[in-house]
Nanobody, 125 residues
Framework: QVQLVESGGGLVQAGGSLRLSCAAS????????VGWFRQAPGKEREFVAATRWSGRNTYYADSVKGRFTISRDNAKNTVYLQMDTLKPEDTAVYYCTAGQSRGTSYAFPNEYDYWGQGTQVTVSS
């Protein structure tokens, strides 16, 4: 089992920045990839960004490319999502996720095995 705990959400004005953190514990050696998804009220959960637990490959949704950066600190078992130039449409609950298998695109929830409880991000206009 892998446990994921997100932190760093909050309220920010449009154009501002936030950094989300996701601390992983448990069988972290079994993680192949980690990612971030988000879900706004009345909408489906959507892919934001992903990276392999080891290696440099990163993947981003078109809507956040150039504004968000995913990174990780393997020594701390922590994944980060740096969010810059935030827009009101970025408002959502953000979820950290981890998968134990090699994915195809890393953009679908069913490619992951573990989920955090989510952290709210609200961007005011």
């Amino acid at each position: 089992q892998v446990q994921l705990v997100e932190s760093g959400g909050g309220l920010v004005q449009a154009g501002g920045s936030l950094r989300l953190s996701c601390a992983a514990s448990g069988r972290t050696f079994s993680i192949y990839a980690v990612g971030w998804f988000r879900q706004a009220p009345g909408k489906e959960r959507e892919f934001v960004a992903a990276t392999r637990w080891s290696g440099r490959n990163t993947y981003y949704a078109d809507s956040v490319k150039g504004r968000f950066t995913i990174s990780r600190d393997n020594a701390k078992n922590t994944v980060y999502l740096q969010m810059d130039t935030l827009k009101p449409e970025d408002t959502a609950v953000y979820y950290c996720t981890a998968g134990q298998s090699r994915g195809t695109s890393y953009a679908f929830p069913n490619e992951y095995d573990y989920w955090g409880q989510g952290t709210q991000v609200t961007v005011s206009s």
